[in-house]
């Protein structure tokens, strides 16, 4: 099967999904959680709910809800601005009067620092765990164009997720939030593992024949280990696609995050990675 014969259509798909990406996350930008901005989030059991009797209290105090998250057994999420003790216990004083019997269950409040430090922690781990990786996969196949294929696939696989959710959050509402963070850099662990895979199956028929050229390499090994990938990634896209469809707001959006990095992932392994090592192998050889 003659899979590198596409690498013109893989070049201006790569090269569309990610110019869309960018300009999104340019003049779209994001819908940052509190999680990043700072704010306080509240989980209630409310029985007798009513939103409109809800912002009433709120606004009685200044305040705006952000989010509300029926987390069910008429329990709810809500998201607000960071506030201080006193005008949380007047918040208490206000639902008690509108809801009797609600019971308090959790809350936690981000200060804007903190978010700034999880913005900063993001980044550098995706920095970090690109450059180790790129030295790691270099170091074990002992040749640095698998390695930095591997990381610009990865780097490939993290614009298009980030760019994703620049555009679910315009017209969805979208948020980046904590759990984003964790989807993400699972990304990044699953888009290296089928690279790697076709990786160590390109090595052994090297091995096996170390005149053979290598676009018939890439095609022979990918041939090889395309169904196998597939079948693996297909059984966790069906499974994340019906975590979308039926579960809560509270996890729908980062089971969207995990099934677009694996979507991403899936699709970079072979129209990525194993591109980009032809072209540095080319480039090498006209040197």
């Not at 569309?16 to 003049?27: E, N, P």
């Not at 019971?103 to 180790?132: C, M, N």
């Not at 039926?246 to 990675?273: D, E, R």
Request: aromatic share 12%; proline share 2%; hydrophobic share 45%.
């Amino acid at each position: 099967m003659n899979v590198m014969k596409l690498r013109p259509f893989f070049l201006v798909l790569s090269s569309i999904l990610l110019l869309s990406s960018i300009l999104s996350v340019v003049f779209w930008k994001f819908k940052m959680s509190i999680d990043f901005t700072g704010g306080s989030t509240w989980e209630l059991n409310i029985p007798d709910y009513s939103k409109d009797k809800l912002d009433q209290v709120f606004v009685k105090n200044n305040l705006t809800i952000k989010e509300i998250n029926s987390l069910g057994n008429e329990n709810y999420s809500l998201k607000f601005a960071d506030i201080d003790t006193d005008q949380k216990n007047r918040l208490n004083l206000g639902l008690k009067e509108v809801f009797p019997q609600f019971k308090e269950l959790k809350y936690e409040s981000v200060g804007p620092i903190l978010g700034k430090e999880l913005v900063q922690k993001t980044i550098t781990a995706v920095v970090l765990s690109s450059l180790f990786l790129f030295l790691f996969i270099g170091r074990r196949f002992k040749d640095i164009t698998f390695g930095a294929s591997a990381g610009l696939a990865m780097f490939h696989d993290t614009i298009m997720l980030i760019g994703s959710f620049s555009i679910f959050g315009h017209f969805f509402g979208a948020q980046l939030d904590s759990l984003f963070v964790t989807a993400l850099l699972t990304t990044l662990s699953s888009s290296v593992h089928d690279t790697v895979v076709t990786f160590d199956r390109i090595r052994e028929l090297k091995r096996q024949n170390y005149k053979i050229d290598w676009v018939q390499l890439a095609n022979q090994a990918v041939t090889e280990t395309l169904n196998r990938s597939i079948n693996n990634s297909m059984t966790i896209i069906f499974m994340l696609t019906s975590l979308v469809l039926l579960s809560g707001s509270s996890t729908k959006w980062f089971a969207t995050a995990l099934l677009v990095g694996f979507v991403c992932g899936t699709y970079s392994s072979t129209g990525v990675a194993i591109p980009l090592v032809l072209f540095f192998k080319n480039h090498s050889k006209r040197k």
